[in-house]
């Protein structure tokens, strides 16, 4: 599909052809964009769609492979993210990229700030700029408090206000309203409108339809890396957008075996953290894939990781297998039977600079070594036995996991738990930014073990994958749970709107 | 008064008036403005270093090579005395030497990204073992100094020695450069978010070298002032001192992980261990207790800081969030 | 039943361990080592004597026993400082037992348990607090000392009984003194525990991604405490070996012995900020400073000069590999 001119103006910044690809996976082929002044454009696509990559082409971070980019009709490149920032493109994001001990003021003007005569930062001059700016946009803010005195919504207002200081004409969005109350969103809607009285072309990326609604005049819709889909907000549905942003046959990539559901293996009830989750219950069967869908920020991955023992919830139990246990430590969760695969792989699941053999093996050391003697061909057979079955492409197992591609180092991190035969197994976005041959493999996987009798959890943001695998999908949205679908109810509309908070019938 | 008790400065600036106040309990004297003065020039040195080595840890290093630099330049500026060199020279010479010490250690850093534990411990004993060299291990003692040499620092202007003018102006000139210069602001940003500050067009491994170069030559102008009012200089002079600078500056508040502190809290954390340096002959306590009582001071100080950190789990729940910003404003 | 996919079978190794080996930083250290003891043969007479040899083994044998304890917690992304501290503070109770007369395995207990409690006392605030290592053991760096110097003041305990001077001066065959006999001995235990058991290999997992390991099932505080009372364990047996060759007990025995422990743990090839590093290293790493310390002493060059070649191997040797591939680029 062609991108349409908006009669009359041009556009500020134009992409065509923007491709970008990582080592195993092609994060975007040949995407188009324009962004026109005055203008909010919305974004539209589930996670990995590729929407985070486009920003950080813009925002001159990556390098596109091909394609090109125009600024008011002029070819350009933003060669770092210096160069994006002087051709007038600032980004938003959830989490402010901003000094949390300098002021409001130092923070606007941070690498430019007014200098009296002899060199000093002229303060004063500063801090009636940042006043200006500040009230421009409607933002009463203090220029010399702290930033780390200041809520989320604050130091969004501090980065529009810097964004402003540097004369943007692009303001890129990215889930501004994440952890906004009502009364923000609406002071952030006003904002918006300003910005657009300024002239300045903004793409506005969220999840969330009403918001899309409430503040975008245009749309576009990526599904895979691609561009599927463009217009203006008075002639598309919601549904239409839905539809665009799903797209395939649910099937087709997501064989889910059938599965005997077993005797429950583990319930949780009244799990509550003082700030992450409330009131969380449920319970999970041998043999059944749970599916946890919610946005980001949702709380599901911190629900998981009360589980795993990592975090402690305030209040609540959850029995395995019968039992009631309290999960203080990881390890505690490792011998009751619960492993979790980690959303943030290089964080969180593999321990880049250790072989991936010793990857493998490092929650089952007790069982390969000997009187606590390291035995190496027992820790290489159980490392072969198990990448093996997951189809790891690897030079060897000794190599450094760190330089595996993203789906492999997800192996590496599922055969390791594998490799400790658990009842229950977790897995965080197990499938995110990995190419399409390991997702259809780990796809594969996790309906064998189903099969085998194990108790799956699977959270994630991705609506195909979540249809086409569960059983069961519980809903979660601001740290409840608030809807779960069986059987027929099981469909994306009814996923996007428990998920985002929209009220009306279910299709 | 919630807010003042955030304050780490406040909570420091009433654990030193406490302090005194114990020490005035059993020895009046020692409060007296004239008493508090000697205090006050006694701690110039420490109070100086620490700034100096506050520029440096809030960039996310460590200088450990401070009191070797501030020896040799001491050395130095010796044997420039003796050799005649005129006054003005010779600080003019510390200060450069100082600061190409300082440079040495900035350019390992900048350059090669050696972690700066790592190259200032080597250079801690390279500078030390170089003042070797020069003198052959021989002391320079006060008859062969110069009087003027000697007695600029002690010489009392308008009720104060020079020297304790001279920590007054580095405070004031070191917090001008810290709240009002660019340079000074990034010293914040590199340690604060060292990858928001790419993006902002600094260059974390040049603002570090800077740092460096500013305690050398800090060190380096102090190992005059040292040399000059002890009116001695030899290989081990001011022996584990940047041990001291760093107490003062975990005491002070400044985070060791970079990017927080304040020029006020260096100052009072230097003058904390000042008082109990000076204090404790006066109480009737034995100076032996100043190691143990400063070593106490910094665990305390660890402890307290840390508190002020909180936990950063994210905040999910809308009803967490308002409690939080209630909490917060 | 469901058969399981039949992958593709992935080699074991490419690069067998032998050969990895050949070109590790152990290797060119091993190469070093190697010249320095050839480059010491040519400059004296006297250094192939194996009585001289034997009595210099005293240059390295005890900073390498906590050398070893210290490389495991450097691994694992810590540090301890204190160390020297614990050593003075051992030392002081084994003096004060001795002046009430315990005997002998009275004191060695005595010692060896100062260093266990010093070392509890460390990995509680590290471990259990998540305070960082580098200001707490600066702390109780001065905490520990500063409680010898309260005990002793400028005072010391002398008059050990005979049999106490074994650890130190004696001989356990031929030339092989005790000190050399432990430094043996724990190169074994501590090359097994690092390299061998699962328990080093937590370690190793805790320095690379100390997150990814707890979210691997590893109790990484438990590991980090038992790393703490492992270099306090090796600072009390150190405590009994120093005291016993000295003969006596003053607060400032060891002295900077911290950063020299620290320098031979980085030039065995373990890196400051964790994750890598090799037992073998640090035992070639012990040698090379030995064999340097001693040469140059034949040399009768004065020991502050040679901590100027200490300081300027450390740097050297961690900045030629940087070089080199910057050279390369």
């Known amino acids: 599909m062609q991108a349409q001119p908006v009669s009359g103006t041009a556009p500020v910044l134009s992409l065509r052809g923007i491709s970008k690809s990582f080592p195993g996976v092609r994060a975007l082929g040949g995407v188009e964009l324009d962004l026109y002044p005055g203008q909010v454009t919305a974004l539209i696509g589930e996670n990995g769609a590729g929407k985070s990559t486009i920003v950080k082409i813009l925002t001159g971070i990556y390098q596109p492979d091909e394609g090109t980019i125009t600024v008011d009709g002029r070819e350009t490149r933003f ?333 590496v991190v599922i055969a390791k738990w594998l490799a400790t035969q658990p009842r229950v197994i977790i897995l965080d976005e197990p499938t995110k930014g990995i190419d399409i041959g390991s997702k259809a493999a780990v796809h594969d996987f996790m309906s064998e073990l189903a099969g085998q009798g194990l108790a799956v959890i699977m959270v994630s943001s991705e609506i195909p994958e979540v249809l086409g695998m569960s059983d069961r999908v519980i809903v979660m949205r601001e740290g409840r749970i608030v809807a779960e679908f069986a059987g027929a109810q099981m469909t994306p509309e009814n996923l996007v709107r428990a998920a985002a908070g929209i009220e009306g019938e279910a299709a | 008064m919630s807010l003042l008790f955030k304050s780490r ?151 104060l020695p020079v020297m304790t003018w001279i920590m007054i102006a580095v405070v004031l000139a070191f917090w001008l450069l810290v709240s009002r210069t660019p340079l000074g602001r990034a010293f914040f940003a590199v340690g604060g978010n060292a990858h928001a500050a790419v993006y902002t067009g600094i260059s974390v491994g040049r603002t570090q070298f800077a740092a460096f170069v500013l305690s050398g030559a800090l060190s380096g102008f102090t190992g005059y002032l040292w040399v000059a009012r002890y009116a001695v200089a030899y290989v081990d002079i001011a022996g584990g001192f940047e041990l001291d600078v760093v107490a003062a500056c975990v005491i002070g508040g400044i985070a060791i992980a970079g990017g927080a502190g304040s020029v006020a809290g260096a100052v009072m954390g230097a003058l904390f261990l000042g008082i109990v340096k000076n204090a404790l002959p006066v109480v009737g306590i034995s100076p032996f207790w100043q190691m143990a009582i400063s070593g106490s001071a910094i665990l305390i100080a660890i402890a307290f800081n840390a508190r002020g950190q909180g936990p950063k789990g994210r905040i999910i729940l809308k009803s967490a969030e308002h409690r939080q910003v209630e909490a917060g404003a | 039943m469901t058969t399981p996919v039949a992958g593709r079978r992935v080699p074991d190794r490419l690069i067998s361990p032998a050969r990895r080996a050949l070109f590790s930083w152990e290797t060119l250290l091993f190469v070093i080592a190697v010249a320095v003891f050839l480059a010491n043969t040519i400059a004296s007479p006297y250094f192939l004597d194996p009585w001289n040899l034997s009595d210099a083994s005293f240059n390295f044998t005890e900073k390498a026993l906590i050398a070893f304890a210290m490389a495991l917690l450097i691994i694992a992304g810590e540090i301890d400082l204190s160390v020297a501290s614990i050593i003075a503070l051992a030392s002081t109770v084994m003096g004060a037992a001795m002046t009430a007369g315990f005997p002998t395995p009275v004191l060695v207990m005595l010692g060896i348990g100062t260093g266990l409690l010093c070392g509890a ?87 690379n991604n100390a997150t990814a390991a707890r979210f691997s099932g590893i109790r990484e505080g438990r590991v980090r405490f038992v790393l703490f009372l492992l270099t306090g364990v090796m600072s009390g047996i150190a405590a009994v070996c120093l005291t016993s060759r000295l003969g006596s007990t003053r607060p400032s025995i060891a002295t900077g012995f911290e950063l020299e422990v620290v320098t031979m743990v980085v030039l065995g090839g373990v890196s400051i900020l964790g994750g890598s590093g090799s037992i073998p290293g640090v035992v070639i790493a012990a040698l090379v400073m030995g064999l340097v310390t001693f040469g140059l002493g034949l040399l009768n060059v004065p020991g502050i000069v040679m901590s100027i070649i200490i300081g300027a191997l450390l740097i050297g040797v961690i900045a030629l590999p940087r070089l080199w591939s910057m050279v390369k680029r």
Request: with cysteine; aromatic share 8%.
């Open chain 1, 79 to 411: 060669s770092t993210a210096q160069a994006a920032g002087a051709a007038g493109v600032t980004a938003i994001h959830q989490e402010t990229v901003l000094f949390d001990e300098l002021t409001v003021a130092e923070n606007i003007f941070i690498g430019h700030a007014p200098r009296t005569r002899i060199g000093l930062i002229d303060t004063r001059a500063m801090e009636r700029e940042a006043r200006r700016l500040l009230s421009s946009i409607g933002a009463a803010l203090d220029p010399q408090s702290r930033l780390r005195d200041l809520g989320i919504a604050s130091k969004h207002l501090v980065a529009i206000a810097r964004a402003l200081s540097i004369d943007a004409r692009v303001v890129i969005m990215d889930e501004p309203t994440a952890a906004l109350s009502h009364k923000e969103i609406h002071e952030l809607y006003e904002l918006v409108e300003k910005l657009k009285e300024q002239g300045k072309a903004i793409l506005f990326i969220s999840h969330k339809f009403d918001e899309i609604f409430r503040i975008a005049d245009r749309w576009i819709v990526f599904r895979d890396g691609q561009f599927v889909g463009e217009g203006t907000m008075a002639e598309v549905t919601e549904g239409r957008l839905v539809q665009l942003m799903v797209g395939r046959e649910v099937d087709q990539i997501y064989p889910k075996r059938p599965a005997q559901i077993g005797k429950p293996v583990l319930t949780v009830a009244g799990y509550s953290h003082p700030t992450e989750f409330d009131d969380i219950g449920f319970t999970l069967h041998e043999g059944e894939i749970l599916g946890f869908y919610g946005l980001v920020g949702a709380g599901r991955s911190e629900v998981m990781q009360a589980l795993f023992g990592i975090t402690r919830p305030s209040k609540g139990a959850c029995r395995i297998n019968g039992t009631v246990r309290a999960l203080r430590s990881t390890a505690e969760a490792v011998e009751a039977g619960i492993v979790y695969v980690p959303e943030d792989r290089g964080r969180q699941g593999a321990v880049k600079g250790l072989p991936i053999f010793q990857n493998v093996t490092l929650p089952s050391l007790a069982k390969t070594s000997r009187m606590g003697f390291l035995q190496l061909a027992e820790e290489f057979r159980l490392a072969r036995e198990f990448t093996q079955r997951l189809d790891l492409r690897a030079a060897s197992l000794d190599q450094d996991v760190g330089l595996l591609s993203g789906g492999n180092q997800q192996k």
């Open chain 2, 9 to 159: 400065e406040a909570i420091l600036a009433l654990a030193i008036l406490v302090l005194l106040a114990v020490v005035a309990a059993r020895f009046p004297a020692f409060v007296t403005p004239g008493n508090l003065a000697n205090v006050l020039t006694d701690t110039s040195p420490l109070i100086i270093l620490a700034l100096g080595q506050m520029a440096v840890i809030l960039t996310k290093c460590i200088d450990l090579s401070m009191a070797a630099n501030l020896a040799l330049c001491g050395m130095v500026a010796g044997l420039m005395n003796i050799a005649g060199v005129p006054l003005p020279l010779i600080l003019l010479a510390v200060l450069v030497l100082g600061a190409a010490l300082g440079a040495v250690n900035g350019a390992l850093v900048w350059g090669l990204r050696i972690p700066s534990i790592v190259v200032t411990l080597g250079t801690m004993t390279i500078y030390r073992g170089v003042i070797f060299l020069l003198t052959d291990g021989k002391w320079i003692n006060a008859h062969q100094m110069s009087a003027g040499f000697k007695a600029f620092p002690r010489t009392f202007l308008l009720g």
């Open chain 3, 121 to 207: 006392f460390n990995g509680l605030l590290v471990a259990r607090f998540g305070l960082p290592s580098i200001v707490v053991t600066i702390g109780t760096m001065s905490l520990f000392r500063g409680i010898s110097y309260i005990v002793l003041g400028d005072g010391a305990y002398t008059g050990y009984p005979d049999d106490f001077a074994f650890f130190g001066q004696g001989y356990v065959w031929w030339v092989i003194t005790f000190e050399l006999a432990l430094f043996v001995v724990f190169a074994v235990v501590f090359g097994l525990l690092l390299h061998a058991t699962s328990f080093g290999r937590t370690v190793y997992a805790i320095g």
